[in-house]
């Protein structure tokens, strides 16, 4: 860790005294030398069929998505889970990830969980105004500020939260849930194990930024001006503390556990299951990244994660979800890109070649 801190901050220096140029040198790739593949059960040996079974994973396909992850700059985590199977793999699966916007994932379950216990409604109504607006992602924000408050049910709130990222609507969600101490009550009741939820979008972001919140930062691009004023050294320090200890983190294996027990319908009621999932499906961010590898006749579900851009470094740019072949067969997959230098094309390349190889291999 000491010296990824030295090469990112080495990266970053280079990159915002140039302002265009590009770093000096790139971040690092996955180490060759690193562990081998983390498996659920017994890893695959050389006697076993090539191909993939409940029992364990295609021992090609494990090697296909390892090349993949070691060839890759920065820092990456994967984890392909079967489920209704008996086995996992991935690289860096117990290690912390920057969630971002995945992590509305488990605000919309906290909610549906308190609908289940019958301490809420999906047609609960939720008055958001001008003081509620968070900032980035908003669509609902020029609604906002055009009737100065709006008035939404929870069931529409989950839809945009979901289908389409709005960062304000999680955050009223987050409210009529019970706060971020709701959230991770529901966390470790469900013992998802190594996921963390942070303090919600605005305090989250500007800290990441090394910035105090206000709430004028919301409105418009007031955000980014003052970001923009902020001296490097202290956006630099500030990012490179997030990247090491995310608040808001959560390790692949988690994550592929948690869309596991999803799926299996062990975090929810019957119709809470089958509307999250139904919401999932219809997710609107991200098509070009695990989406576009999905084979033609498997359903997919899914939530993307983007974090904050410093230099030539990209941080938090994730993607979790749930395949589903013809035949019922379901894998949980998630890739998530702590840090990379990596082109958003090479970002997307990557992801798509991951849910690519699932199918390709998949025993149909």
């Not at 094309?345 to 991951?354: D, G, K, N, T």
């Amino acid at each position: 860790m000491k010296n990824f801190r030295l090469i990112l901050t080495a990266l970053l220096t280079a990159a915002l005294a140039a302002c265009v140029s590009p770093p000096d040198r790139p971040v690092p790739q996955q180490s060759s030398s690193a562990p081998p593949p983390v498996y659920q059960n017994k890893a695959p040996s050389s006697q076993s069929p090539a191909q993939s079974t409940r029992e364990q994973p295609d021992p090609a396909l494990v090697r296909e998505i390892q090349e993949l992850w070691r060839a890759f700059p920065g820092k990456t985590g994967i984890a392909v889970k079967r489920i209704d199977g008996a086995w996992e793999f991935g690289f860096r699966l117990d290690e912390y990830f920057p969630q971002q916007s995945v992590s509305k994932l488990w605000v919309a379950m906290t909610m549906l969980d308190k609908i289940d216990q019958g301490k809420a409604s999906l047609s609960d109504p939720i008055r958001i105004g001008k003081e509620d607006l968070t900032l980035f992602h908003q669509p609902m924000a020029v609604e906002v500020e055009r009737n100065g408050a709006v008035v939404k049910t929870v069931y529409t709130l989950l839809e945009m939260a979901l289908a389409s990222s709005d960062n304000t609507a999680n955050d009223a969600l987050l409210r009529h849930a019970g706060g971020p101490e709701a959230v991770r009550r529901f966390i470790d009741k469900n013992s998802l194990g190594k996921i963390r939820f942070g303090p919600g979008e605005r305090l989250l972001q500007s800290g990441i930024a090394g910035m105090e919140w206000k709430q004028d930062l919301s409105y418009r691009r007031n955000f980014y001006a003052a970001r923009a004023k902020i001296p490097v050294a202290q956006r630099r320090q500030s990012l490179e503390a997030y990247l090491a200890d995310p608040v808001d983190g959560a390790s692949p294996l988690a994550i592929a556990g948690a869309l596991d027990k999803l799926a299996r319908g062990e975090l929810l009621s019957d119709n809470s299951t089958k509307l999250l999932q139904s919401i999932l499906k219809r997710t609107r961010s991200g098509p070009n990244r695990l989406k576009a590898g999905v084979p033609a006749g498997w359903e997919f579900l899914h939530k993307t994660g983007t974090g904050q851009v410093l230099g030539a470094v990209s941080t938090g740019y994730n993607d979790v979800g749930i395949m589903t072949a013809p035949d019922g067969t379901r894998y949980a997959v998630v890739v998530m890109l702590g840090d990379t230098t990596a082109s958003i094309p090479a970002r997307m390349r990557l992801m798509q070649s991951v849910t690519r190889a699932v199918g390709r291999y998949h025993p149909g």
